[in-house]
Nanobody, 125 residues
Framework: HVQLVESGGGSVQAGGSLTLSCTVP????????VGWFRQAPGKEREGVAR????????YYADSVKGRFTISRDNSKKMASLQMNDLKPEDTAIYYC???????????????????WGQGTQVTVS
């Protein structure tokens, strides 16, 4: 069982910044994907950023491109999501997620991620 723990959520005014962190104990084990998802009240969970072990190429949802940056530090067993220029529509519970894809493909399909953090609230006013 992989236990992910997020931190760094909070309340900010529009235009502000927050950095979310996630401890991922197995981040340095094999090929894997780390993703950040969010879920606003009454909405489905959506992927906002993801990164794969070997390529380290980040992918972003269109709604956050140019404002959010995902990174991973295998030596510290952590992943982060730097969020700048926050908007009220970014308000949601943010989750980090982890999977080890047999096919070496990372996606934004939440159902493919087997391990999730507890979530951290981000509120932008």
């Amino acid at each position: 069982h992989v236990q992910l723990v997020e931190s760094g959520g909070g309340s900010v005014q529009a235009g502000g910044s927050l950095t979310l962190s996630c401890t991922v104990p197995t981040i340095n084990v094999g090929a894997n994907c780390v993703g950040w998802f969010r879920q606003a009240p009454g909405k489905e969970r959506e992927g906002v950023a993801r990164i794969f072990t070997f390529s380290n190429t980040p992918y972003y949802a269109d709604s956050v491109k140019g404002r959010f940056t995902i990174s991973r530090d295998n030596s510290k067993k952590m992943a982060s999501l730097q969020m700048n220029d926050l908007k009220p529509e970014d308000t949601a519970i943010y989750y980090c997620a982890f999977r080890q894809p047999a096919d070496g493909i990372c996606t934004f399909a939440a159902s493919q991620y087997g391990y999730w953090g507890q979530g951290t609230q981000v509120t932008v006013s």
